[in-house]
């Protein structure tokens, strides 16, 4: 390889380093993908929501053309990103237990518990958006147009939380 350990900085030239590094450049990447299509699924369940207003045909087609995107952006791009965030997001918890031997205490850490919290929350709101993406495909959702546009911050919100605590790294007291 080009340049090789000896190119990089000195805290990545051990194997552990150069490691974590990718691992935490990749699980950027999943998580970039996993919250872009967080952000769009609401913004289909707004239009979805619109066409009971529309007549026929124009209704059925719209439908039948919306739900074929959710179930794409569902399937395709944000139910893989989130296995990919939580697979090297788990695998960054084992460098820094295992590899940096920090323990399992850093993740009581106030700034990482703010961060796991934000994950856990993300990830049930993906779940409740999986949920709900059945329900419109079935006829028996209740949302509205509104409720969809009011919610479709919810992803990014909770990613203010999840950024701001990994990057500041923050404390109590």
Not at 115 to 129: I, M
Not at 130 to 138: H, L, P, S, T, W
Not at 153 to 171: D, G, N
Request: zero cysteines; hydrophobic letters at 50%; charged letters at 15%.
């Amino acid at each position: 390889m080009p340049g090789g350990l000896e190119s990089l900085s000195p805290d990545l030239r051990t194997e552990g380093g150069v490691t974590f590094e990718i691992v935490r450049g990749l699980h950027i990447l999943a998580v970039i993908a996993w919250m872009a299509g967080m952000l769009f699924l609401p913004r289909l369940y707004a239009y979805d929501a619109e066409q009971a207003d529309k007549i026929e045909p124009l209704r059925s087609e719209m439908r039948q053309l919306l739900r074929a995107w959710q179930h794409r952006l569902l399937k395709i791009i944000i139910n893989p990103a989130m296995v990919a965030a939580w697979i090297f997001g788990v695998w960054m918890i084992g460098i820094h237990v295992f590899d940096y031997g920090e323990g399992w205490g850093f993740l009581a850490q106030p700034w990482m518990a703010a961060k796991l919290a934000g994950v856990v929350a993300l990830s049930a709101w993906h779940g409740f958006l999986a949920g709900e993406r059945k329900r419109i495909g079935a006829g028996t959702s209740t949302r509205s147009s509104k409720f969809w546009r009011m919610t479709n911050e919810v992803p990014f919100l909770l990613a203010i939380v999840m950024v701001l605590s990994v990057t500041t790294q923050w404390t109590l007291g």
